[in-house]
């Protein structure tokens, strides 16, 4: 299957009141996990890869990886930078093939994000791929900041409207009270801010740190207009925890692809749910 774009596997998701599932991986097994999944549910699927992986395997591994899982599914896949940092990378992106691109300038000034998103979407456009920008910031629950001022960085439904018609972006992620890794309470999403961003701009909205959210939650944001959820924790939690229960419970195993396998096969099973939770299962034909 060929790559296809953010742009076009949004546009069917948006036509068809449902979102599609990013997931985030680092290694074989995840990107092999994320694949599997995807043509077991016949889900179009959005494959990321952050800085971070990019710094742990290397960009051509990677892109050599992706190449590799998209000749063996027969489902639509998006290949896409997750939070890219600088123009110099997203370029480094394209050229290795990616069919989109997130410009993640939301710690900068907003003239400043908006400066280097349009430079972003003129590079991407000029090979045909898609270009994610963000806009208010969604933290990390690390950060430690009190909800009033984590509300203070909340998006804004004008200031995203006018953002989207200067850049030109396909697709934005919003902040509306998630937080990237694992929640210590009980996250509260801001719905009607979220409901007055999608009744304001024109293009798809991604939701960012999805994990933990209670499937209720994850459901009425697709309803009220999130087309993409971006997952890492919740796929970290299950590959990670399987490993360890691998090692601790077959102390002498030598062969690392035992538990690497079963923790290949524990993701899986989590990424499939996503794909249904998302409403994107059997939605690869038309894309
Ligand atoms: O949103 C961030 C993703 O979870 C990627 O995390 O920077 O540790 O690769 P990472
Ligand atoms: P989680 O790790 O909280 O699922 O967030 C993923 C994400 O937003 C990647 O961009
Ligand atoms: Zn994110």
Redesign the pocket.
């Known amino acids: 299957m060929p790559l296809v774009t953010l742009r076009e596997v949004l546009g069917a998701a948006a036509a068809g009141g449902y979102a599609v599932g990013a997931f985030n991986c680092n290694n074989m097994e995840v990107l092999q996990a994320i694949a599997a999944a995807a043509e077991a549910e016949r889900s179009p699927v959005i494959v990321q890869f952050s800085p971070g992986a990019i710094r742990y395997a290397g960009l051509e591994y990677l892109a050599a990886m992706a190449r590799a899982a998209l000749r063996q599914v027969t489902v639509p896949v998006v290949l896409h930078l997750?939070?890219g940092t600088s123009y110099e990378q997203v370029i480094q992106c394209l050229v290795a093939g990616f069919s989109s691109v997130m410009i993640d300038a939301s710690h900068l000034p907003l003239e400043e994000n908006l400066a280097l998103t349009k430079e972003v979407v003129k590079a991407a456009r000029a090979v045909g791929a898609s270009v994610e920008a963000e806009l208010g910031r969604?933290g990390g629950v690390e950060d430690e900041i009190a909800v009033a001022e984590r509300e203070a960085f909340f998006t804004d439904p004008d200031e995203a409207a006018h953002f989207v018609e200067q850049t030109g972006v396909d697709a934005l992620a919003v902040a509306i009270g998630t937080a990237?890794g694992r929640y210590r309470g009980e996250p509260r999403l801001d719905f009607e801010r979220l409901s007055h961003i999608a009744a304001q701009v024109k293009v798809p909205l991604v939701l960012?740190?999805a994990s933990g959210l209670a499937t209720e939650a994850v459901r009425e944001a697709i309803e009220r207009g999130i087309r993409k959820v971006?997952i890492d924790t919740d796929i970290r939690q299950a590959f990670v925890g399987r490993l360890r229960r691998e090692l601790l419970d077959h102390p002498d195993e030598l062969d690392p692809r035992r538990p690497l396998g079963a923790a290949r096969e524990e993701a899986t099973e989590v990424i499939r749910a996503k794909l249904r939770l998302c409403g994107s299962s059997g939605k690869a034909i038309g894309v």
């Open positions: 997750d939070h969604v990237h960012h740190g971006n």
